[in-house]
């Protein structure tokens, strides 16, 4: 076996660590609840598409890139990949964990 394949990156060390809480939003039910309370700004610069799934049904898709989040100064990095974004039943695109989720990925490329 090639060792290097063995082996992760550097890169992807960083970035898959487990997902460890602090001790006081330990728990799915204050995970759920935190983050409905906490603001998040308006993502700008979303050009909205609605594609037509079948007849009759039809899904509306917001779309953001990089280069024009960086563009209104918020960050310089370049694109770095594709995020999709998908809320649940009860929730839209201007959703604040939508809107928080966004942004973040946004300001990392």
Known sequence: MDERAASPSPRASTSRRPFEPPRWLRGGHRQTVWPALLAAE?????????????????????????????????????AQGTVLLVHGLGGHAESRYMRRSATQALDRG
């Open 42 to 78: 308006p993502v700008p610069g979303s050009t909205v598409r609605t594609i037509e799934v079948e007849p009759g049904t039809s899904v509306e898709v917001h779309v953001n890139r990089v280069s024009d989040w960086a563009a209104g100064g918020t960050s310089g990095r370049a």
